[in-house]
């Protein structure tokens, strides 16, 4: 099975600051790795889908970017409603455990 | 509206069995791959099950493989996920969620809001 390794786990920053999560793969996964929001009380949203293709609708502040087996989530100047968890996940034929996940907290 | 609509869960007794259903409205059902995903009580999301917009590819984890089925009726926009001999570890929300496709792809672009289960004696 694939283990995905994200940090930071918690990440303290200010509105308008660049913000960088990072999920290193245990091994290649091609490329297919998404990347998740999710708020309390509510269901993930897509951000990020083949490590670096924006989901419709998502600001284009929000990217993704690979180097291996390495994938980082950039949000380029983080915004008040971008406070929340962020998760990588890897899935095609590499599909299953998410990342344990980032909380942005302010 | 685009959404999904989660039922079935409760709490429920170690080695019995519960099924989810998961209603979708606002988009062409058979044209996608549908997935159940679950959160354990201060854990991560887990994928759990997916089935391919016909039926005809399914997938599980590991730890449910003989225990859950998965299924669809897309004749009635639905999917289903049939659990037995239920463990403690079990114990999550169960999410439904939308494939970006018809195969079992796995990046989901819909999910639902959850049906907890609960498995204790």
């Known amino acids: 099975d694939i283990q995905m390794t994200q940090s930071p786990s918690t990440l303290s920053a200010s509105v308008g600051d660049r913000v960088t999560i990072t999920c290193r793969a245990s091994q290649s996964i091609s490329g297919w790795l998404a990347w998740y929001q999710q708020k309390p009380g509510k269901a993930p949203k897509l951000l990020i889908y083949k490590a670096s293709s924006l989901e419709y609708g998502v600001p284009s502040r929000f990217s993704g970017s690979e180097s291996g087996t390495e994938f980082t989530l950039t949000i380029a100047s983080l915004q008040p409603d971008d406070f929340a968890t962020y998760y990588c996940q890897p899935y095609n034929d590499y599909l299953g455990t998410f990342g344990q996940g980032t909380r942005v907290e302010i | 509206e685009v959404q999904l609509v989660e039922s079935g869960g409760g709490s429920i007794q170690p080695g019995r069995s519960l099924r989810l259903s998961c209603t979708a409205s606002g988009f062409i059902f058979d044209d996608y791959a549908m997935h159940w995903v679950r959160r354990a009580p201060g854990k991560g999301l887990e994928w759990v099950s997916g089935i391919s917009w016909s039926g005809g590819i399914i997938q599980y984890t590991d730890s449910v493989k003989g225990r859950f089925t998965i299924s669809r009726d897309n004749a009635k926009n639905s999917l289903f996920l049939q659990m037995s001999s239920l463990r403690p570890e079990d114990t999550a929300l169960y999410y439904c969620?939308?494939?970006?496709?018809?195969?079992?792809?796995?990046?989901?672009?819909?999910w639902g809001q959850g049906t907890m289960v609960t498995v204790s004696s």
């Open positions: 969620a939308k494939d970006r496709v018809s195969v079992v792809e796995g990046s989901f672009d819909l």
